[in-house]
């Protein structure tokens, strides 16, 4: 047995749960078992908490009909995961927590907030910078005020579309088709859509309303995707640039996930001074949002002018074997095991310190 117990929280409410449960079985692979047991915990949808009891039952979906309940306490210093059975507790020591869930109720804060009042060490952004970073209306207020270029934005609330012409011309003032239209609290893509004309719009929108109550209508942006990963504390360091090629009028979940015609090309060719100005924007996006750890900057070029335009930005970025952010950081010589380590090493210098 090693001498600390790791606990990765896998899984969750939101709609990037099977995107997590990939990301977390390469996670669990690469923590160097020499150091750490680990301890995984799945969250399913319906958000109950089980211990799981291997990858192989990650892979195979049979880990939710598990019947041990496994909770983190909440409770200041006691560093407490209890496995519950019936009406038999056992109570393990937690020495860290690796996080790696998507989306709601993971990489938001919420699941951060329980670590903070717990007190225990835990990889990734905070509360303040996992919340922000979600919720794309206020990420855009904060990059805006470090004056990053945007999409221009129509920002639009789920209890206006009652009214839903005046939401229409109030976007058809500012912003020409197509549209982005896209929930604040969006990931992999989902109640993402592209609106072409009036009616695709009120149909985005109301596809939108159902995964949020804000939702931001975007200018379309023509370029090439563009993402780059962060890594560290205060001295937080960008990788090279990676690109997205998508197999689909832009990138859905299905092109994300599904569909092996998406490809992603790390360090492409880029014209002279871009890839520096996306590492020198992703490190400064990366701390203006008060970021620790990891996350991955996306970003466009844009197709007629060369300009780089931010997109967003993902605190717990896919970690899944084809993600970009570990291949970022492989092409710049950090295995996947060297960066799980790091990454659990930052953890602790936080907690430390
Ligand atoms: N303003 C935009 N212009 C052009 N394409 C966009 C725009 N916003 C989003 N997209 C496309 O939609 C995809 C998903 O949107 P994104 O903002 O990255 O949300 P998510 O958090 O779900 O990944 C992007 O990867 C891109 O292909
Ligand atoms: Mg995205």
Redesign the pocket.
């Known amino acids: 047995m090693a001498e600390k117990n790791i606990v990765v929280v896998m899984g969750g409410r939101s709609s990037e749960h099977e995107v997590s449960l990939m990301s977390a079985a390469t996670v669990i692979e690469n923590i160097n078992t020499d150091i750490y047991n680990v301890i995984m915990v799945g969250i399913t949808k319906e958000g109950q908490w089980k211990l799981v009891e291997s990858v192989d039952k990650i892979r195979d979906g049979s880990w939710v009909k598990g019947h041990t309940q496994a909770m983190i306490s909440p409770e200041t210093g006691r560093n407490e995961l209890c496995l519950i059975q019936g009406d038999k507790v056992e109570r393990l020591h937690v020495d860290v927590v690796f996080p790696v869930l998507h989306g709601m109720n993971g990489e938001d804060g919420t699941l951060q907030g329980l670590l903070e009042l717990a007190q225990i060490p835990y990889v990734g952004c905070g509360v303040l910078a996992s919340a922000c970073s979600m919720d794309k209306f206020y990420t855009k207020i904060i990059v805006d005020s470090i004056g990053i270029r945007q ?1 221009k934005f129509v920002g639009v609330h789920r209890s206006e579309l009652k009214e839903m012409d005046a939401v229409v011309s109030r976007v058809e003032k500012s912003l020409p088709y197509p549209v ?1 239209v ?1 929930p604040s609290k ?5 109640g ?1 859509g592209k609106a072409e004309c009036r009616e695709e719009l009120i149909a985005a929108l109301e596809l939108a309303a159902k995964h949020d109550t804000k939702i931001l209508v ?4 023509v370029g090439r ?1 563009l993402e780059c990963a962060v890594l560290g504390g205060a001295d937080a360091k960008a990788s090279g640039v990676g690109e997205i090629l ?1 197999a689909d009028t ?2 859905t979940y299905e092109a994300k996930y599904n569909n092996a015609e998406s490809k992603t090309v790390v360090d492409p060719e880029l014209p002279e001074g871009k890839a520096e100005e996306i590492r020198r924007d992703a490190e400064a996006i990366f701390k203006a949002l008060d970021c620790y750890g990891l996350s991955r900057v ?1 970003f466009f070029l844009k197709e007629d002018t060369n300009e780089v335009v931010f ?2 930005i993902n605190t717990l970025p896919g970690f899944t074997a084809i993600s970009m952010y570990p291949m970022l950081w492989e092409a710049r010589g950090l295995d996947k095991k060297a960066l799980v380590q790091k990454l659990i090493d930052l953890a602790m210098v936080r907690y430390e310190g």
């Open positions: 999409a982005f896209k969006a990931g992999s893509s989902q993402v975007e200018e379309n942006i995707e998508a832009f990138y996306d997109n967003e």
